[in-house]
Antibody
């Protein structure tokens, strides 16, 4: 059974940093591209970042480019999102989601974690 | 990359059919057969209902179907049931610069 479990969310002040983690199990993690997707309270889904299976291809939404860094450790079956210079508008539930399209760049996800809440507030 | 366009809300009575549209551009929906649809109940993670335009994952009811014409994809739910009431999102591959784009979401109300 595919499982994705996010952790690392919490309350942080504007300008602060946070590192999210996603522990994957039930599939060969090193064979899949991965995504981070977020959802602000009461709002829709927003793609944040993608990373290919070997970390060769990395992509970011314009809204987080230069502030967020996606990475992975295939030996630990883990995905990460380092978030710096956080803003109030980054407040959201952050989901780890597996690529369902089987392409290098990562496409629409198939499996999702339960999400971790990040709140940016003073 | 702009979000895909979905109606904010749709509604239908039990037993009826509804269709939710998802309009993109020739750079995303129109260029790739990589459109997925997700169902999301309040407080829950999204659940994959349709992938690659019209394929259903194992365990998803055959009341859910997907299609695409040009730059617009559609999700049809037939035989509406109370448990179908949820938010629905479309998603498309959009090329190597911004690979994933979502629609704004559609709230389905079962009357």
């Amino acid at each position: 059974e595919v499982q994705l479990v996010e952790s690392g969310g919490g309350l942080v002040k504007p300008g602060g940093s946070l590192r999210l983690s996603c522990a994957a199990s039930g599939f060969t993690f090193s064979s899949y591209s991965m995504n981070w997707v977020r959802q602000a309270p009461g709002k829709g889904l927003e793609w944040v970042s993608s990373i290919s299976s070997s970390s060769s291809y990395i992509y970011y939404a314009d809204s987080v480019k230069g502030r967020f860094t996606i990475s992975r450790d295939n030996a630990k079956n883990s995905l990460y999102l380092q978030m710096n210079s956080l803003r109030a508008e980054d407040t959201a539930v952050y989901y780890c989601a597996r690529d369902g399209a089987g392409i290098a760049a990562a496409g629409p996800p198939d499996y999702w974690g339960q999400g971790t809440l990040v709140t940016v507030s003073s | 990359q702009s979000a895909l366009t979905q109606p904010a809300s749709v509604s239908g009575s039990p037993g009826q059919s509804i269709t939710i549209s998802c309009t993109g551009t020739s750079s995303d929906v129109g260029s790739y057969n990589l459109v997925s649809w997700y169902q999301q109940h309040p407080g829950k993670a999204p659940k994959l209902m349709i992938y690659e335009v019209s394929k259903r994952p194992s365990g998803v009811s055959n009341r859910f179907s997907g299609s695409k014409s040009g730059n617009t994809a559609s999700l049809t739910i037939s035989g509406l049931q109370a448990e179908d009431e949820a938010d629905y999102y479309c998603c498309s591959y959009a090329g190597s610069s911004t690979p994933v784009v979502f629609g704004g979401g559609t709230k389905l109300t079962v009357l």
